[in-house]
């Protein structure tokens, strides 16, 4: 049964670039969320989307950021212009049920480093 | 609003001896608590959670936490420490009232010395 999985896992990109993260969620699990870590800090969420609906955008910035999940297919996380404070580990997390005692199951990460 | 506190950025000890990751917590309503734990260049890995009913929650690999509601604490615990657990540990809350994110702590990096 495998599980949240994240490609790429390491992207470089100069400035002004756009990068795109995507995430397979586990089999069965039709909510998603995504998270950034900041060296040395802890993890801050940004989106939380169900299949083709973006349920909570809190967390992400109103520019340059932007998120879906398709009927088909992984959801992605995509950065237009990257910029150096974008330089992250990018986490995807999926859950099976939006209940508030759910687990989310955490991918391996995609580490952005802009140039 | 959520928070999580670990008051404790680095925690050393001894193969063999008990350990303890602090955790402190505030929310509104009533928490939902969940600890993970980070290897390097790896993702989150769920440990235990608490969501209702006994305070001491087990885990996995032998991990287990103290829900203290007056203390507001949700501290992580192991009796054996192993090098092997040496790792990065996150504690994160969720207020039980709604469908608010996960909020988590700093993480509290745990060396294991053999």
């Known amino acids: 049964n495998a599980g949240v999985m994240q490609n790429p896992r390491h992207l470089v990109r100069r400035r002004g670039q756009e990068a795109r993260l995507r995430c397979s969620p586990m089999k069965g699990h039709s909510h998603v969320y995504w998270y950034r870590q900041l060296p040395e800090e802890g993890l801050k969420f940004m989106v939380y989307?169900?299949?083709?609906?973006?349920?909570?955008e809190s967390g992400m910035p109103k520019e340059r950021f932007s998120a879906e999940f398709p009927k088909e297919g992984p959801s992605i996380l995509r950065i237009q212009q990257v910029v150096r404070g974008d330089s992250a580990a990018y986490f995807c997390a999926s859950s099976l049920t939006s209940g508030g005692p759910d687990t989310q199951y955490f991918g391996p990460g995609t580490r952005l480093t802009v140039l | 609003a959520q928070s999580v506190a670990q008051p404790e950025d680095q925690v050393n000890v001894a193969e063999g001896n008990p350990l303890t990751v602090k955790c402190t917590y505030s929310?509104?309503?009533?928490?939902?608590l969940f600890w993970y734990v980070q290897y390097p260049n790896r993702g989150l890995q769920f440990l235990l959670k608490?969501?209702?009913?006994?305070?001491l929650v087990k885990g996995s690999y032998g991990f287990e936490a103290e829900f203290n509601k007056s203390q507001t604490s949700f501290h992580l615990k192991k009796p054996s420490a192993l090098v092997s657990d040496s790792a990065l540990y996150f504690c994160?809350?969720?207020?039980?009232?709604?469908?608010?994110?996960?909020?988590f702590g700093k993480g509290t990096r745990l060396s294991v010395i053999a």
């Open positions: 989307l169900q299949k083709e609906n973006i349920i909570d």
């Open positions: 929310v509104s309503g009533n928490p939902y």
């Open positions: 994160a809350v969720r207020d039980i009232g709604g469908n608010t994110p996960l909020v």
């Open positions: 608490y969501i209702t009913g006994d305070n």
